[in-house]
């Protein structure tokens, strides 16, 4: 189990990137979070295997039909435990 912390940047934001995020990660069976940031970027924080976790970093490229992604970074998480993937408002 790894925990990741992944900032997506572009067109990210009002295009329903979080819903079709959240609705990935369930289907994916990881736990945690997304939100959007002030810098008009959104935040990813997931726990789950390294091939589910490589499943969805791949898969915010492409993200919500809507919208436009420039960036993907990613990072390690240390200690980080979630009971479920929610989005954060």
Not at 14 to 32: F, M, N, P, Q, S
């Amino acid at each position: 189990m790894i925990s990741v912390s992944i900032q997506v940047t572009g067109k990210v934001q009002d295009v329903w990137y979080r819903k079709y995020t959240c609705d990935k990660a369930i289907e994916l069976g990881l736990k945690g979070e997304v939100q959007n940031l002030d810098d008009g970027s959104v935040l990813i924080h997931a726990s789950g295997s390294q091939i589910q976790i490589n499943q969805l970093t791949e898969w915010c490229w492409q993200g919500s039909p809507l919208s436009d992604v420039t960036e993907v970074k990613i990072a390690t998480l240390e200690n980080a435990t979630f009971p479920d993937f929610r989005i954060v408002e």
